[in-house]
Nanobody, 127 residues
């Protein structure tokens, strides 16, 4: 199983970025895909997740209304559209896949629930 992120970069406050995560090698149709981020000196935190089977989506409070997670099944790709970015969003963003379905997770952003991880893509927001 391989997850490859792309789309990170440097933007000014208020700008937008679209991250992509290409998933390959996973044979099941229903699973959970999530975006996490880790800022320097901080714990890795969950940002958003999506259940492939029913496309249900979840967001951490700090990004609600600004970030949108979506799935392009034809391209085996999950996107994270990020709008109105602020310096607090600066972090390395990771894509992660969990074989468990998000509806069964006691805490949907528990890193232990996710079995496969990408290498990360840097997002930097300047003030």
């Amino acid at each position: 199983v391989q997850l490859v992120e792309s789309g990170g970069g440097l933007v000014h406050t208020g700008g937008s970025l679209r991250l992509s995560c290409v998933v390959s090698g996973f044979k099941f149709d229903d699973y959970t895909i999530a975006w996490f981020r880790q800022a320097p000196g901080k714990e890795r935190e969950g940002v958003s997740c999506l259940r492939k089977g029913d496309r249900s989506t979840y967001y951490t409070d700090s990004v609600k209304g600004r970030f949108t997670i979506s799935s392009d099944d034809a391209k085996n790709t999950v996107h994270l559209e990020m709008n109105n970015l602020s310096p607090e969003d600066t972090a390395v963003y990771f894509c992660a896949l969990g074989r468990a379905l998000v509806s069964t997770m006691p805490y949907k952003f528990n890193r232990r629930e996710y079995d496969y991880w990408g290498q990360g893509t840097q997002v930097t927001v300047s003030s």
